[in-house]
């Protein structure tokens, strides 16, 4: 290979993993977020019956 397409080949995969990173790191925080709003829910659903929240 030459110096460019070993450049080239090095900066596609750089920019590959980026990418899977990325959309990696999105789809974990949605599904931290999810979590959260359904412990949230959960939470305020026992406050309303008169029930301490659930210690984790």
Same mark, same amino acid.
């Given at each position: 290979?030459?110096?460019?397409?070993? @450049?080239? !080949? $090095? @900066? !596609?995969?750089?920019?590959?993993?980026?990418? @899977?990173? !990325?959309?990696?790191?999105?789809?974990?925080?949605?599904?931290? @977020?999810?979590?959260?709003? /359904?412990?949230?829910?959960?939470? $305020?659903?026992?406050?309303? /019956?008169?029930? !301490?929240?659930?210690?984790?």
């Amino acid at each position: 290979m030459s110096n460019a397409a070993t @450049v080239l !080949a $090095k @900066v !596609a995969a750089l920019a590959g993993g980026a990418l @899977v990173g !990325a959309l990696l790191t999105r789809w974990l925080d949605e599904r931290l @977020v999810a979590r959260r709003a /359904q412990r949230f829910n959960n939470d $305020k659903m026992r406050y309303a /019956q008169g029930l !301490a929240p659930i210690e984790r």
